[in-house]
């Protein structure tokens, strides 16, 4: 009878390991059954993305239990076309794109953004003291800005297409004539300028009412109406991630460089020099509701511009362009 209890008890105790090794090995399927996510880039890698690089870097987006890849764009990659194809998750983007895809039937949605401003300005010679200077001047515009800030910036100071030349990401025609004024990324351009020796400045569209984000979230409707959960998750861990980048660019800047092998430590350190400077990401509406943010009264004022410049229909329900429920109280202040 003794031995029959002790064989029974040995039983039990065999089946109760079983059990609790069972349940280990479940719930560590649970941690690690992570979301694969792809996110397409709107560049070459750079320091404008170094927040999302931070949140892959540092393990950000694995906390929040996602496994995300990031995709390099470039100038013959369509981003609303590859999401709309289900070719990546989220997207780096652009008001006025998501605004005229819109416009075009598009199921696009912006739900977050990196910076509350646009990043876009114009680099000019040391005579030029405003914005509104320019009268005078040779204004080279890329075929992106004829369609996006340049109508803007003819209404606003009354510039015409008669002065403007199409600007092919060379600065040699900047150097060499003193009287060009060319569009210009205060990391990029002004970068180049100051590595060649030549006396510049920068003035940001932004600081002069250009109303557009940059560097957005931007996913499919479905995707927010099916997956909200997803959403939250990495809109909230790519805030952090430029929370951290601001503080220690280090993790990221590594894999930068590694996606993109033109990308060197003295550019990397400017840039995010130039993001710290404008508060592009902790300024504006970010400094007091938190990194991220976006407001209606912004995406309307874009809305406002569009179509006062004759970029967008009136009437287009720009509504669907963008939802602030993923960021209007996720608070991760600067």
């Known amino acids: 009878m003794k031995k029959q209890s002790m064989q029974k008890r040995t039983f039990l105790r065999h089946l109760a390991a079983l059990w609790l090794g069972a349940a280990a090995l479940s719930v560590t399927g649970l941690a690690h059954a992570e979301d694969k996510v ?35 764009g470039g100038p013959q990659v369509n981003n609303m076309q590859i999401l709309v194809a289900g070719q990546a998750d989220f997207s780096m983007g652009y008001d006025f794109a998501v605004m005229k895809g819109i416009e075009q039937g598009l199921p696009l949605v912006t739900v977050g953004t990196s910076f509350q401003s646009d990043l876009q300005g114009m680099m000019t010679h040391d005579d030029v003291t405003s914005l509104g200077g320019l009268k005078s001047k040779t204004i080279l515009v890329a075929g992106s800005g004829q369609s996006s800030w340049w109508p803007w910036l003819k209404s606003k100071y009354g510039y015409t297409d008669a002065q403007s030349k ?13 009287n060009i004024a060319q569009q210009a990324y205060p990391s990029s351009e002004l970068f180049q300028a100051d590595k060649a020796g030549v006396k510049s400045k920068f003035f940001l569209f932004a600081s002069e009412g250009y109303p557009p984000y940059g560097t957005t979230i931007v996913t499919l409707q479905k995707t927010v109406a099916t997956k909200p959960d997803l959403v939250q998750r990495f809109v909230k861990a790519t805030a952090e991630g430029w929370k951290s980048y601001l503080e220690d660019p280090a993790p990221a800047n590594a894999l930068i460089k590694a996606d993109n092998k033109n990308m060197g430590d003295e550019q990397l350190a400017y840039a995010l020099g130039k993001l710290k400077e404008l508060k592009v990401v902790t300024g504006g509406d970010a400094a007091k509701l938190g990194i991220g943010v976006m407001t209606d009264e912004r995406w309307k004022q874009t809305y406002d511009v569009m179509v006062a410049t004759g970029l967008l229909k009136a009437g287009t329900d720009y509504h669907k362009a963008y939802t602030t429920q993923f960021v209007k109280d996720m608070k991760v202040m600067p």
């Open 38 to 72: 792809t996110l397409l880039s709107n560049w070459y890698a750079q320091a404008e993305h170094g927040g999302f690089y931070q949140a892959v870097a540092k393990g950000i987006y694995k906390k929040y239990g996602m496994d995300v890849t990031i995709k390099m």
């Open 166 to 178: 199409a600007y092919t990401f060379n600065l040699q025609p900047f150097f060499a004539d003193p």
